[in-house]
């Protein structure tokens, strides 16, 4: 299941954004045009339909608060409104499903966070769930928690709940993966950081880790040669590690262990790794980073190749030239955000860019430009 459509109402620095989503998805943009707020968004649903103690309030919380996501660029007390379709096929005229949610903060007494609508329909069955109901209009209570968050009240759209729930966000932090009592013991993401990544390849069976390990050594041996025979091991402690043999002037190599890798090794392991996991939708913050532009070239066949084999929804930030100079990227899976004074607006290409995309230039060429900071020439410190 894919999702193919989101609107976005007064989250962050968006006052009202709709997009069509593909398989793959590419947000370019300047820098702090939203592309991480975007993808927040898709987390923040992860977060709410989260089997291990998600929830609507939590969800905020760890945001510090409805202030902090709610829209600056918003007059008065609005709503926070997220608006999903989702379907098997991106091409569908009408979706298999269509999720909204969204909450304010009442102005008085309490002042919860409360849902002002959650709202459920699916292409056979129509309208399963329209809230607030006549219970939660008897029991004002029952606003502070999702339908989707709990499996008593989700049990005929749980199919939704689990593809948000399996929502993954990478952005491996390489310093925090060496030393993991570097990160907040209460981070607010599961694992934003790749701190617990090592867990999650101990967590894999024997079997799986193997063949992912065999796999990723061999994508590894062409951007990093000098690395082979990676493996996993445990510590005396029971703690897991990753070891490889780095192979230098001696014959036969030396050991080393994660906290001894390169970033780009590190970054690459992770990329790697989620993507043979195969996670869907699979969130990726700048996956070019610390690595060469010869591997950031090939990202989006990687990614290609893994989908033609299963479905696997993959958003992607991107600032790379290289990556998107791939000729193989589809002008449909571009989304382009745009700042203005009423908020980043959010487009995908228009028919002129696709006019030039198929005289063949490159994404890179066409729309790069366009996501440039208008007086970027002029920076400088005097
Ligand atoms: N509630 C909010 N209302 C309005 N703007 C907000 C809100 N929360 C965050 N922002 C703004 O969003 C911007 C950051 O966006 P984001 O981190 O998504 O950018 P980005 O495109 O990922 O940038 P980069 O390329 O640097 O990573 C900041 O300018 C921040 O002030
Ligand atoms: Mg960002």
């Not at 609507?56 to 608006?83: C, D, F, T």
């Not at 990723?216 to 091991?233: H, I, S, Y």
């Not at 002008?331 to 009423?342: A, Y």
Request: proline share 5%; glycine share 6%; charged share 30%.
């Amino acid at each position: 299941m894919l999702i193919t459509r989101i609107e976005l109402r007064n989250w962050r620095n968006f006052a009202h954004i709709e997009a069509k989503l593909r398989e793959t998805v590419y947000l370019i943009g300047p820098n702090a045009s939203g592309k991480s707020n975007f993808l927040d968004a898709l987390r923040f649903l992860r977060d709410v339909a989260s089997p291990w103690g998600g929830g609507l309030q939590k969800a905020i919380a760890s945001r510090q608060g409805i202030s902090k996501l709610r829209s600056l660029m918003a007059r008065s007390n609005p709503e926070v409104e997220i608006y999903v379709e989702l379907s098997d096929d991106v091409d569908d005229e009408i979706p298999t499903w269509k999720y909204r949610l969204a909450f304010t903060a009442e102005t008085a007494g309490h002042r919860r966070n409360i849902i002002t609508k959650e709202y459920v329909w699916h292409r056979e069955h129509g309208v399963l769930l329209n809230r607030p109901n006549d219970k939660d209009n008897g029991d004002r209570e029952l606003l502070t928690q999702t339908a989707l968050e709990n499996a008593f009240t989700n049990s005929e759209f749980r199919d939704v709940a689990k593809i948000f729930a399996s929502t993954t966000y990478m952005h491996l932090v390489p310093q925090l993966l060496r030393y993991p009592e570097l990160s907040s013991p209460t981070a607010p993401d599961n694992d934003p950081f790749g701190q617990r990544f090592l867990e999650r390849v101990a967590k894999a069976s024997d079997k799986t880790r193997e063949l992912y390990l065999k796999k990723m050594e061999d994508a590894l041996n062409l951007a990093v040669p000098q690395l082979k025979e990676l493996k996993m091991v445990t510590d005396k402690m029971g703690r897991p590690h990753l070891e490889a043999i780095y192979k230098h002037w001696r014959p036969r190599g030396a050991r080393q262990q994660e906290d001894q890798f390169s970033d780009g090794t590190l970054r690459l392991i992770g990329l790697l790794w989620c993507l043979l996991e195969g996670h869907s939708p699979l969130l990726l913050e700048e996956p070019e980073l610390s690595l060469n532009d010869a591997i950031v070239e090939r990202i989006p066949i990687l990614i290609e190749r893994l989908q033609r084999k299963r479905m696997q929804q993959v958003f992607m930030t991107t600032h790379s030239y290289s990556l998107l100079a791939n000729p193989g990227i589809d002008g449909r899976d571009v989304l382009i955000l745009e700042t203005g004074t009423e908020g980043t607006q959010v487009r995908g290409i228009s028919e002129e860019e696709a006019v030039l995309l198929k005289s063949g230039l490159s994404i890179a060429e066409v729309l790069l430009p366009k996501a440039r900071p208008e007086s970027a020439e002029k920076i400088t410190l005097n």
